[in-house]
């Protein structure tokens, strides 16, 4: 029996703590590869030899493997983290973590891969046109930037859709920058709560290992649940509105022809 009062809110603070935690290691466990690059990219053993165009062209070359790398491993680690954060926004909070996240992994892994290749090849194409434009036209590194939160929000909106649809890869793909673009509001609402988880990690960077990634997740998927909602909702009204303008056209029908046959 679950503990109630100030226990039982304390205990409800350290399950949620460690399935945050549980999942968010998974998905770095998943993503090791990835991961590894990244850190070597920001941070190469020999820093301080390099100056500043050697230091580009080493993060240029770096992207270019973690794009390669991405779609094998961080997709379909994020894949994965989504299913488990899926169920949770549905209320399945006691869903075994371990079973849950590798059935994630499984099940979305070639659709993940393949969208992977759609977005780590703009991502790449993004951030090296602004390594090199940033410090030429700072018009243009604006521009980029926005660019890359729009495909940052897109790519959330994805994986939601891969784990709460069953659609083919390129509609997934299509619908999700349409959702992006579509809903401003809730575009800029995930930019701004998964900003902020980013900013607060990156200023106590313990939360990096264990909450960052599953808390996004976590907030992006219910960002786009409520999205899901709103439409069902729509489509209810519409089917009902259309049911009632079906019927009345009966009832009109049935009574022309009881006047005819008079």
Request: net charge neutral; glycine share 4%.
């Amino acid at each position: 029996m679950e503990p109630r009062g100030l226990m039982g809110g304390f205990y409800r603070i350290s399950e949620w703590i460690m399935r945050l935690s549980v999942i968010n290691v998974l998905w770095l466990i998943c993503s090791i590869p990835f991961v590894l690059l990244a850190f070597v990219g920001v941070f190469p053993g020999n820093a301080a030899a390099l100056d500043e165009a050697a230091y580009l062209d080493h993060v240029k070359t770096t992207l270019i493997f973690m794009a390669i790398v991405a779609p094998f491993t961080l997709f379909p680690a994020t894949a994965a983290m989504f299913a488990v954060a899926r169920k949770w926004v549905m209320g399945e909070t006691d869903v075994p973590l371990f079973k849950t996240y590798f059935r994630g992994y499984k099940e979305n892994y070639l659709q993940s891969m393949i969208g992977g290749f759609f977005y780590a090849i703009l991502f790449a194409i993004m951030i090296v046109d602004f390594i090199v434009y940033r410090d030429q036209y700072s018009l243009i590194s604006y521009i980029f930037i926005a660019l890359l939160l729009l495909l940052v929000i897109s790519l959330f909106n994805f994986f939601s859709m891969l784990v709460h649809y069953h659609m083919k890869t390129f509609q997934l793909l299509k619908n999700a920058i349409l959702i992006t673009i579509g809903r401003p509001i809730r575009s800029f609402s995930s930019a701004v709560m998964s900003g902020a988880v980013i900013y607060i990690s990156t200023r106590f960077t313990f939360l990096i290992p264990f909450f960052m990634g599953s808390i996004i997740a976590y907030l992006s998927f219910w960002n786009f649940y409520m999205i899901y909602q709103k439409l069902q909702e729509q489509a209810e009204k519409a089917r009902l509105a259309q049911e009632a303008q079906e019927v009345e056209f009966a009832e009109l029908t049935d009574g022309d022809s009881s006047s005819s046959n008079k």
